[in-house]
């Protein structure tokens, strides 16, 4: 593992002449020498999160550009189909957790480089734990999970009085997505680009089959595998529910879903099918991921470092006829609930913590249920895990102006449940409470308030 | 265990058990492994490419280590090919991987038959004078041939092979082959048999909006002396005449109808795309036509003729809102016919293989079928010669490129990949390459530029100081992330070359890693 002294220089050959060396085309930021590419290796801090298909490339990627201090959060065990693209994986890694392989084999193949891995739930980390990096790198499939780490990103945002984002606490994101030939890359500052959720309607959500077409008018073999899967199963299995990770339980709706084409003379229900209709899969191959990865990294290094313009901000690419690569400069939703300066609550000074828990759970734009809330770090009623619920339930009586320390205004942390396109998701919202009747109170600084 | 095809369980989904046979099949020579060519293998060699031959005559230095995936500490000093090729094998044990330790550009002067063995060479970091040699040996030999580039934060992809047809093009959003401008005499008869009048509200909810658009542009038909809706008023009345025949306002099927009318008023025969590779020279067969050619021949005179102006039908349909038995009804339909039209198809083709003294069974029944239901769909990509290219490009698009504003700094790197081969052959290092030099090189790349653009034909065209002294800066390093880029984007270009599927990038990819504008430049 040691890196002999008389080496290092060249190692850094090719990166050192985009790092040493001043250039025309570059950031205002960018200051061009040794001391920026060992600034680099020393005191930048990314945060890679999901160790898949796009992860493996973002890690590998991000060490061979000149960052030292990695970590890679996912909770998920390698499977036999991602091998064939996420690439730090083998065949008897299968059921070992995936950060950690991945870690392991990108510091075995790169030296000098550290990666923590977290094997865990992005939603088990306190908060705090990603104010720690200097960027946060998102390799994900799932909307769910990129919109939860947009919030807990933009819940680091303050607004000065003039409502402008204070750049000390602007958390850059670097979020890429594939599914077969396509892909998008983008820069997420918060306060100045638009966020995850201002743009939202660039992942629309998945359109599910009528329960009565599945019931009483099948036409397609995807049909016939929901109707066994959605319906069929409950009848029959009376409150076992079902796991698509579990071979039998799969077979069983196969099974079903044949015997159900063949009765109405629908062609295609295929085993395969089967999988990919019940567990939603999307087709996912190694360019892409590779392309997406290295477009990511490559804007990681150049907002480190200054050391080229970036994208602004969101990049396509579609490889299915020809090759289509598009930057388009998208804009902040001015109204947003997450990266805006957050939604104003105004309260009397005497409501207590339950109290408001119970108006989030009432208030329109929020309708967040089961809320944990925190204030400046420090945990003032948490829902779970138990442990904490216990040493934070006696809070609940206490009136949130004397947890919060008795100021007239503060910004307050929530995370909780909320519904979105008919389904429970968990999110955190940034909310700034006010206290009326205390001093340092004005009229102004109610207007524009919830 | 089934283990070797769940493994590909991802890719399956999109190219197919017929893909991967391809790719199964596929020898690849990578020239040069760079991280570039290190990345571009990586992506193939997870895909299960048949076998891999890594060529490069290098020994692995410190600086190798920092930029490439495929080496470790432990490579330095011995032989590049064999470290990375070692390092390829252990990502999928199903690939044959094999490597020579020899210089690409000695190769392609010394050795030109060798590269008649491979399915496809991917040609990385070669100078333009090694470009121009190995293009014209892979063309003689037809072997696929692709060369990817990464130079600081740009570089270059370019495919040149002489013709790759495509079959199954697979195209993101393709209006489906209803017929409901032209509806065949069963398809008519089908709608005809049911009376939307007689039903009663669930039936009438359940007929399929195909049925009710062949129905109703039948009765405007018969009103308007046998022409359908074309104006925009006459469009107009067609959808009021469908909303009129809703029942209920919730019923799905008519609103489908609506949404769908355009289908009704599209013209009738094939589309320019497809006219033209119909058109081509090509599909005056010889014995050495290739299957593509033989049947787009068949299918020229299927239009002729049986087709009576239309490809075959593909014979699939969309889902609808519908019952089951009206739908699989209907689905029966348009298999017929697409089934009708195959064997008309078959026999043409039977007999233009006749004509040209080829075996009759040359072309399997599974290929004629596939050839049918894509006919729509079908593409040729033609690649200029890279000698054709770099002697005469299109000079009005050049000038295009240079001035637009989104174009100007990919067609800025184009012109300065090339002026910096220029330069290093003739000063021996790229520009920037080395330290102490920089202001030097600045005016001499300025000057090889300007020599280069005023050799195109481009007097006067001038390319910004800042780009040119963005080239020097660059040194021709290749960094990580770009080569990653390029090599993805290789590697992807890779598999549509050999699975014959998906559509094949035209033209130079330039990179433009300074805003990620990258360009096609069709010159
Ligand atoms: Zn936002």
Not at chain 1, 318 to 332: I, P
Not at chain 1, 406 to 431: A, F, I, P
Not at chain 2, 412 to 436: C, T, V, W
């Amino acid at each position: 593992m040691a890196d002999s002294t008389t080496n290092q220089p060249s190692r850094t050959r090719d990166l050192d002449k985009l790092l040493l060396r001043p250039g025309n085309l570059v950031a205002p930021i960018f200051d061009p020498g040794a001391q920026l590419r060992d600034d680099i290796g020393e005191y930048a801090r990314i945060l890679v999160v999901g160790a898949g298909g796009l992860g493996c490339e973002l890690l590998k990627d991000l060490a061979l550009s000149g960052f030292k201090n990695l970590e890679v959060i996912d909770m998920d065990r390698i499977e036999v189909t991602n091998l064939n693209r996420q690439f730090l994986f083998r065949l008897e890694d299968v059921g070992k957790p995936k950060a950690e392989v991945a870690a392991k084999r990108v510091m075995e193949r790169v030296s000098g480089v550290n990666i923590v891995p977290h094997f865990c739930r992005i939603e088990d980390k306190e908060i705090e734990f990603y104010n720690d990096f200097s960027i946060i790198v998102l390799g994900l499939d799932s909307i769910e999970a990129r919109s939860y780490i947009n919030a807990v990103a933009c819940s680091f945002l303050e607004y000065d009085s003039n409502d402008n984002p204070i750049e000390e606490t602007v958390k850059p994101m670097v979020d890429g997505g594939t599914e077969g030939f396509k892909g998008h890359a983008r820069i997420i500052m918060p306060g100045s680009t638009p966020c995850f959720e201002c743009t939202i309607w660039l992942f629309p959500p998945q359109v599910k089959f009528p329960l009565c077409t599945l019931a009483e008018t099948p036409r397609t073999p995807a049909h016939c595998i929901e109707y066994a899967h959605l319906i069929k199963w409950d009848e029959v299995h009376s409150g076992k529910s079902f796991d698509p990770d579990e071979p039998e339980h799969m077979k069983w709706v196969y099974t079903e879903a044949v015997k159900r084409a063949e009765l109405f003379g629908i062609q295609g229900v295929t085993y395969s099918l089967t999988q990919g209709v019940v567990k939603n899969i999307i087709p996912a191959i190694a360019s892409t991921n590779a392309i997406v990865s290295a477009a990511c990294a490559l804007e990681t290094l150049k907002l480190v470092s200054g050391c080229s313009k970036t994208l602004s901000n969101y990049l396509t690419y579609n490889g299915v006829e020809g090759l289509h690569v598009k930057v388009t400069e998208f804009v902040r939703d001015k109204d947003c609930l997450v990266c805006g300066p957050g939604v104003l609550v105004e309260l009397d000074t005497t409501v207590t913590l339950q109290k408001f828990i119970d108006i989030l759970e009432e208030h329109p734009t929020l309708l967040l249920s089961k809320a944990s809330v925190t204030h400046r770090g420090k945990n003032l009623y948490m829902q779970a895990p138990p442990v904490l619920e216990e040493m934070t339930r006696s809070n609940l009586k206490l009136p949130l102006f004397e947890l919060m320390g008795k100021v007239s205004k503060d910004v307050v942390h929530v995370t909780g449940s909320t519904t979105k396109n008919d389904q429970k998701t968990s999110c955190l919202r940034k909310l700034r409470i006010a206290f009326k009747g205390v001093d340092g109170m004005t009229d102004t600084d109610m207007a524009g308030g919830a | 265990m089934a283990e070797p095809k769940t493994k590909y369980d991802r890719q399956l989904r999109i190219w197919g058990e017929q893909g991967q046979a391809a790719l199964e099949k596929a020898s690849i020579c990578l020239l040069n492994c760079g991280p570039t060519g290190s990345e571009t293998l990586k992506n193939l060699v997870l895909g299960g490419v048949g076998s891999i031959t890594v060529i490069d005559g290098s020994k692995v230095e410190a600086g190798d280590l920092g930029n490439n995936f495929m080496l470790d500490e432990s490579c330095l000093g011995q032989s590049k090919a064999k470290c990375v090729c070692s390092f390829l094998q252990e990502l999928n044990d199903a690939v044959k991987a094999k490597f020579i330790e020899e210089y690409p550009g000695e190769l392609i002067e010394t050795n030109p038959s060798f590269f008649s063995q491979f399915t496809l060479v991917v040609a990385t970091q070669l100078v333009e004078s090694s470009m121009l040699k190995l293009d014209r040996i892979c063309r003689d030999a037809n072997v696929k041939l692709i060369f990817a580039r990464s130079y600081g934060l740009t570089g270059l992809v370019r495919i040149s092979v002489k013709e790759h047809t495509v079959v199954d093009s697979k195209p993101d959003h393709f209006l489906d082959d209803l017929r409901l401008n032209n509806p065949w005499p069963e398809l008519k008869q089908f709608a005809e048999s049911i009376d939307l009048k007689a039903l009663d509200p669930v039936a009438h909810k359940h007929i399929p909006y195909v049925v009710i658009l062949v129905k109703m542009a039948e009765e405007w038909a018969k009103a308007h002396g046998g022409s359908l809706p074309s104006t925009r008023d006459e469009k107009k009345a067609f959808k009021d005449l469908l909303k009129a025949g809703m029942l209920a306002f919730d019923e799905d099927n008519f609103k489908e109808a609506v949404e769908a009318s355009f289908k009704v008023f599209a013209p009738l025969g094939i589309s320019p795309d497809l006219q033209q590779i119909i058109n081509d020279s090509c599909t005056e067969v010889h014995s050495n036509s290739s299957n593509f050619w033989v049947l787009v021949a068949a299918l020229k005179e299927f239009v002729a003729n049986e087709g009576g102006g239309e490809a075959p039908l593909e014979g699939s349909i969309p889902d609808m809102t519908s019952s089951t038995e009206l739908y699989v009804n209907l689905q029966k339909i348009y298999q017929a016919k697409a089934e009708a039209d195959f064997l008309v198809i078959e026999q043409r083709a039977r007999n233009i293989l006749k004509g040209i003294g080829k075996d009759l069974d040359s072309i399997p029944k599974t290929m004629i079928k596939s050839f049918c239901k894509n006919a729509r769909k079908l593409k040729v990509c033609r690649y200029r010669s890279i000698e054709d290219e770099f002697n005469n490009p299109s000079l009005s698009e050049l000038q295009k490129y240079l001035t637009d504003e989104e174009c100007s700094i990919a067609m800025g790197f184009y012109i300065l990949l090339r002026a910096a081969d220029r330069f290093a052959a003739n000063y021996n290092s790229f520009p920037g390459q080395f330290e102490g030099a920089m202001d030097e090189d600045i005016s001499r790349l300025k000057t090889t530029a300007v020599g280069l653009l005023s050799d195109l034909g481009c007097n006067g065209s001038i390319l910004t100081e800042d780009l040119i002294n963005e080239m020097c800066r660059f040194g021709a390093s290749e960094l990580h992330a770009v080569a990653a880029f390029i090599g993805g984007i290789a590697s992807q270009e890779v598999i549509k070359l050999i699975t014959e599927q998906f559509v094949p990038m035209s033209g130079t990819f330039i990179f433009n890693g300074i805003d990620q504008k990258s360009q096609l430049l069709v010159l």
